[in-house]
């Protein structure tokens, strides 16, 4: 049975509003598995960081790791890897541990740098104002809600280009 366009727009669906240093991200509630003290990362020097292929930009790198569940998870900074204005002097208290959306992945679980505790919210389409704008490339959709600016990110591209 297929459902109208006023039940799609009716329709909610529970995220994240997740706070990095410049810009806020909106992400699925199905993917944030915990959020861990940043404190406990071990933070990467050039010289200490896995050997990397020699294509491999430096945004790609991981800022550092951290010890989660028996395993030593990469920990990225979104807006490194966006190139927003990234300030690597400007610590972030916390780290999100994200689900990979893709379960073929060599990495299935991946931290995120962020600056405040998530917060959980219902979004639903009429709640939303997708702005028109040319987006960076990680980027899907620029939306307004609760009177910010939030970003919806490529998840399954982001993933992609971490793990090559």
């Not at 990397?52 to 920990?75: C, D, F, R």
């Not at 931290?111 to 919210?121: A, D, E, F, T």
Request: proline share 7%; glycine share 4%; hydrophobic share 45%.
């Amino acid at each position: 049975m297929k459902r109208s366009n006023e039940s799609l727009r009716a329709a909610s669906l529970s995220c994240m509003v997740i706070a990095l240093e410049k810009i806020h991200l909106i992400l699925p509630s199905s993917v944030v598995i915990e959020v861990c003290l940043a404190g406990m990362l071990e933070i990467c020097s050039p010289g200490t960081a896995p050997a990397q292929a020699s294509n491999v930009q430096q945004t790609t790198l991981p800022i550092g790791y951290l010890a989660w569940n028996e395993t030593k998870l990469p920990v990225y900074n979104f807006e490194k890897i966006q190139d927003v204005n990234f300030d690597a002097q400007c610590p972030m208290p916390y780290v999100l541990i994200v689900h990979s959306l893709d379960p073929a992945t060599k990495c299935p679980t991946y931290g995120l740098q962020i600056s405040k505790l998530p917060r959980m919210v219902k979004v639903g389409y009429s709640a939303m104002e997708v702005r028109e704008s040319s987006l960076p490339a990680y980027i899907q959709a620029e939306i307004a809600f609760d009177g910010q600016a939030m970003f919806i990110p490529k998840l399954l591209e982001i993933e992609k280009h971490l793990t090559t």
